[in-house]
């Protein structure tokens, strides 16, 4: 099985609908991240998450909320999706180590399209 | 402000030649390093990183990348493609306190039989 599984791995929806994307991982990790992936932009960090009560915003996190719902699990939300979200999505984990910046682990992706 | 600049989008080389992937980065201080690779609809694998010490970093599949402080780059290579190296690479840059963290663009891969 996956260490970092996401689900829907694809959707579709309309503008103005809510999306809630949802992350679980079975690594143990503290930390948990959603990045979204444009054609030559590369991945841009959304929101991360330290632990359940640590919570921060990313790089491009207008239009999105999360919610770390226990150690294994981390949903990002869109309460009203816009076509300018569709993207894909990766979800990520890390290890606390003696870095706080570490490797980090990535989900296979949910692939967005807002009508 | 941070940045991490992949200045080719698309490099194809032949099966067998060597490969080197360019990677600059803006950063204040000494930054942590990173290598990824995106297999067609996979999720990114970590190739190598760098956090301190030797600054030629031996990575996983054969990869290697070295830091050149004066020069601002990580720059990845191998010595001999092989077709399965086809992918998408991403360099990555990390604060030490995880303030910031930036992925470049990226650079697609073709290899060529």
């Known amino acids: 099985d996956a260490d970092v599984t996401q689900t829907p791995r694809n959707r579709i929806t309309k503008t103005g609908k809510r999306i809630m994307l949802e992350c679980s991982q079975t690594?143990?990790?503290?930390?948990m991240y959603w990045y979204r992936q444009d054609p030559g932009l590369g991945l841009r960090l959304i929101y991360y998450?330290?632990?359940?009560?640590?919570?921060n915003k990313g790089e491009i996190s207008d239009g999105y909320s999360v919610s770390r719902q226990a150690q294994a699990k981390f949903s990002l939300s869109l309460e009203s999706a816009i076509p300018n979200q569709t993207a894909l999505y990766f979800c990520?984990?890390?290890?606390?180590?003696?870095?706080?910046?570490?490797?980090?682990?990535f989900g296979p992706g949910t692939r967005l399209t807002v009508l | 402000a941070q940045s991490v600049t992949q200045p080719d989008i698309h490099i194809t080389v032949s099966e067998g030649a060597s490969l080197e992937l360019r990677c600059n980065y803006s950063?204040?201080?000494?930054?942590?390093l990173f290598w990824y690779v995106q297999s067609p609809g996979q999720g990114l694998q970590l190739l190598l990183k760098?956090?301190?010490?030797?600054?030629l970093v031996q990575g996983i599949k054969g990869f290697e990348a070295e830091f050149k402080r004066s020069q601002s780059s990580f720059n990845l290579r191998k010595p001999s493609v092989h077709w399965s190296d086809a992918a998408e690479y991403f360099c990555?840059?990390?604060?030490?306190?995880?303030?910031?963290?930036?992925f470049g663009s990226g650079t697609k891969l073709n290899v060529k039989p």
């Open positions: 990520a984990t890390s290890d606390k180590t003696g870095h706080a910046t570490d490797t980090q682990y």
């Open positions: 690594k143990g990790h503290d930390r």
């Open positions: 998450s330290f632990d359940v009560k640590d919570i």
């Open positions: 950063y204040g201080a000494t930054p942590y």
């Open positions: 760098y956090f301190s010490g030797d600054t």
């Open positions: 990555a840059v990390g604060a030490r306190n995880f303030n910031k963290f930036y």
